[in-house]
């Protein structure tokens, strides 16, 4: 996703703490984590909806193939004249 290796983390880690303040930092920390959380829990819904959908599309699609092709005939044919 993400290449950010502890360094950039450390430089980031840096910067938020001069620009936001050593007081308000641990609550936009937790505000951003619950955020990023709640984002991650989407992207993972949205995600099994899409498979949830193409596997409903998928078995649909089998169905209406095998409503034109029947199942063989499990009879065996007779000869005429034996």
């Not at 880690?13 to 619950?34: F, N, S």
């Amino acid at each position: 996703m993400l290449d950010l290796g502890l360094s950039k983390m450390a430089l980031i880690g840096v910067v938020a703490l001069i620009v936001i303040g050593p007081e308000k930092l641990p609550r936009v920390a937790r505000t951003v984590g619950t955020l990023l959380g709640k984002a991650q829990r989407y992207v993972a819904d949205v995600k099994a909806e899409v498979n949830r959908s193409m596997d409903l599309d998928e078995l649909k699609k089998m169905t209406r193939w095998r409503r034109r092709r029947p199942f063989p005939s499990t009879s065996i044919p007779r000869r005429s004249g034996a």
